[in-house]
């Protein structure tokens, strides 16, 4: 009579059936693949843990973003109208590092949405101001405070001086 168990070199590689508790070697298979990898040289990498850190927030900011149809940029696009009424394009483009290409879609997409106005630039005639409509400004505020509330709870590990210093550090970099 056969269990239908193979035996390899000691490990056990059948499948337990459904509801049946684990036996002790398959237990010990799956610690074996959970185990943490050494990985000391890439977590001495900026760049690693900056990424690390980006994707944990990054789904976080898309979830709570969805209820408001809005990706990481135009949420930056949108904030940055909020605070700085009348933004030209080129402004926008050269404060996010975004191809004008990709932000005239945007602005569009945002326009259709009733989110934005163009108006022309008081100071420059070839210009055109970009401001946010009422339901623009609900709208960017209600985001922000959202977004406000995950970056505190994605860095709620750190002290108040920790999250200063690590965007001062991190804005080093880029600015």
Not at 9 to 14: I, L
Not at 126 to 155: C, D, I, N, Y
Request: proline content about 6%; some cysteine.
């Amino acid at each position: 009579m056969t269990t239908g168990r193979k035996k390899t070199a000691g490990a056990d590689t059948s499948q337990a059936a459904p509801g049946a508790p684990a036996s002790p070697a398959s237990l010990a298979s799956r610690h074996d693949r959970t185990e943490r990898l050494d990985s000391h040289v890439l977590e001495a990498l900026v760049g690693y843990n900056t990424r690390r850190a980006w994707s944990m927030i990054s789904a976080v900011f898309s979830e709570r973003m969805a209820p408001y149809g809005l990706k990481q940029v135009d949420f930056s696009v949108l904030s940055l109208l909020g605070h700085n009424p009348g933004a030209t394009s080129r402004q926008l483009c050269s404060t996010l590092d975004i191809l004008p290409p990709n932000l005239v879609s945007l602005v569009a997409t945002m326009d259709s949405r009733g989110l934005i106005e163009r108006r022309p630039h008081p100071r420059d005639g070839r210009a055109v101001g970009l401001h946010l409509t009422p339901a623009g400004e609900k709208l960017v505020h209600e985001a922000e405070q959202a977004v406000v509330q995950l970056e505190l709870e994605a860095s709620a590990k750190l002290t108040t001086r920790e999250r200063d210093t690590l965007i001062k550090l991190l804005q080093k970099i880029y600015l």
